[in-house]
């Protein structure tokens, strides 16, 4: 059986930064607040969309004032995501591969629902996933493995027929909760130094060469 393969989103599939950076600096400026750099952004990502507001704001900001960061990004990023949002290079054309050879393919995204499946839906269009999930209120948010394992069930399988690929350390904690394998990519979000640490299974270095770290796994 073809191991099932379970993909993070922003920083993995697609480049998300320069659409999330400007939904957040209006959305600071908007309340009177300093934005922010792309790169500081950059790291403010993975930990769903509460938590990146957290990070942007000031020190100890009042959590009605992130309620209402996080209210008025979800009205601009809603609007504005697609001019900020792309496919890596060769990726869509991995994923066409990676479907015309039977793997079994998901997303497990801490990016809210809402926002993934659309994402998912508009950039992949003759993409099949069994299952995508983003962040929902009634379900913990990765590093929990509760999304892994729903995904998991999605594909009949057990989790130690599963690979999880990701940009992040978070990704890769993931799947040490949940049981699975995993293959940390260098093109995302988060430096190999960090990544290393966390212990992949494997670590790729472009997408190029995740076909056959994946037919090798």
Known sequence: ???CLIFDLDG????SLPGIAGSLNRSLTA???PGHSDAAVRSFIGNGLRTLVQRAAPSGSDPSLIDSLVSLFKKDYDLSWADGTVAYPGIPGLLTEFQRDGYPMAVLSNKTHDFTATIVRTVFPSVHFTTVLGQEDHRPQKPHPAGAMLIADAFGTGPENCILIGDSTMDLETAQNAGMRSIAVLWGYHDREHL????PTHIVGNVAELPAVIAGA
């Open 1 to 3: 059986m073809k191991p």
């Open 12 to 15: 993995t599939l697609v480049d």
């Open 31 to 33: 309340h009177g607040l």
């Open 196 to 199: 290393e640490a966390a212990d």
